[in-house]
């Protein structure tokens, strides 16, 4: 059973980490793919390269097992549609493993918007991750209720057409933040991996235009 999260990570943080760690292992899943979006079609474009975006994931996940990224998005021309990635990654793992797209709250609720995405459900499981005592539903009428289910077995039983809410740990911490942080001159410690943090660092990445 295989575990997405795509993101710009522009930077990867510890917000994005933690849950995943929590979601890989409630679920049991064999693996996470971090698959850092190329082109991001709901938002503006990432303020760090591609390259650096990838390097900065690669050393993220580096030494956690079960932990990977991937790059399938970052070199696809056109807007990074997640039904691609999808389309894509069932073709290389064939049509019984099981994939789960991990998506936050407010993702999920403007699932509704992103394209093709009523063939999302076909390809994958849907996981959504939400902060403990908060709702954790959205109105997608018919379409969640026939899916969602609070067992995490059912998951494991079918390759896609699952939908599960899962409270994680969600730590106060934004890319934007991170990168006003750097800006500022300031140290972006203990909110990112510290092989991240010395990326940026060392890349000169996030410095205001003309900066030292």
Known sequence: MIGILGGTFDPIHFGHLRPALEVKEHLGLDEVRFIPCGTPPHRRRPVAAVAHRAAMVERAVEGQPG???DPRE???EGPSYTVDTLQDLRAEVG???P???MLGMDAFAG???WHRWQEIGSL???VVSHRPGSPASHDLGDWMEDRRTHDPEHLRRAPAGRLLFMPVTQLDISATAIRSTVARGR???FLLPRRVAEYIEHAGLYRP???E
Do not use: D, Y
Request: charged share 10%.
């Open 67 to 69: 932990f990977r990224m």
């Open 111 to 113: 699932l509704s918007s």
């Open 124 to 126: 994958a499981h849907i």
């Open 74 to 76: 970052l070199h696809r």
């Open 187 to 189: 140290s972006p410690q």
């Open 99 to 101: 994939l789960c797209l």
């Open 95 to 97: 049509q019984e493993v």
């Open 209 to 211: 235009p003309g900066g």
